[in-house]
């Protein structure tokens, strides 16, 4: 089984500021998909960015990019020019490469992002 | 990505009675999720809605409980069964086949408060 760990409940950071949500996950595939999501306080779960675990570039998606390290099972995000609307709860997620029930996603616990002015 | 719709966005239900769930899709998926986020937690996996055949339930769900249906690719529905305060979470579907190959999309949820 697999499971995805988020160790800060809480950040905050400035307006503008640069900010890294930490995540750390085990699994004892080879093949899979991380994924970071977004839910801010209208409940709606917004995919931020996926990263495939066999490649090495780590993703970007315009102000969002992750720091992969498949050794270390560390799948962070950094959020740069950080934005009021930014303002959300993020969720780290897991899936395995498949197709039925083994595409199902395991989330992690969550970290509360709050940008400030 | 797909363009997803629950119904009803929002219930307030009493203790017993049930309650069905609408998950819509705007192209067809291969494959349609039921989650629950109790308050203040992360998401937990239900069952995975098949179509044509029984969903395929998580440890600690059962079918008695939260009933599932696929008639086609681009519909599903969860019902909650003989409710209780504890049922009161955001129920939310997604969708992942199609167009979404790879990743899961979500609906806007559905907010269950069981009296």
Do not use: H
Request: proline share 4%.
């Amino acid at each position: 089984a697999q499971t995805v760990t988020q160790s800060q409940p809480e950040m905050s950071v400035q307006e503008a500021e640069t900010v890294t949500l930490s995540c750390t996950y085990d699994t004892s595939e080879n093949n899979y998909y991380l994924f970071w999501y977004k839910q801010p306080p209208s409940r709606q779960m917004i995919l931020v960015i996926r990263q495939e675990a066999y490649k090495q570039q780590n993703a970007t998606e315009n102000r969002f990019s992750v720091n992969f390290q498949k050794a270390a099972k560390s799948f962070s995000l950094k959020i740069s020019d950080s934005q009021l609307g930014d303002t959300a709860m993020y969720f780290c997620a897991f899936m395995k490469y498949g197709t039925g029930t083994a595409s199902k996603l395991t989330f992690g616990t969550g970290t509360r992002l709050q940008v400030t002015l | 990505s797909a363009v997803i719709s629950q119904k009803p966005s929002r219930d307030i239900c009493q203790r017993g009675t049930s309650l069905t769930i609408q998950c819509q899709v705007d192209s067809q998926v291969t494959m349609m999720f039921w989650y629950r986020q109790q308050p203040g937690q992360s998401l937990t996996l239900i069952a995975t809605a098949n179509q044509g055949s029984e969903a395929t339930y998580e440890s600690g769900f059962v079918i008695d409980k939260f009933p599932i249906s696929r008639p086609n690719l681009t519909f599903s529905t969860l019902t909650v069964s003989n409710m209780s305060p504890e049922d009161s979470s955001i129920y939310l579907c997604s969708v992942q086949g199609g167009r979404t190959y790879n990743e899961q999309f979500f609906g806007p949820g559905t907010r269950l408060t069981v009296l």
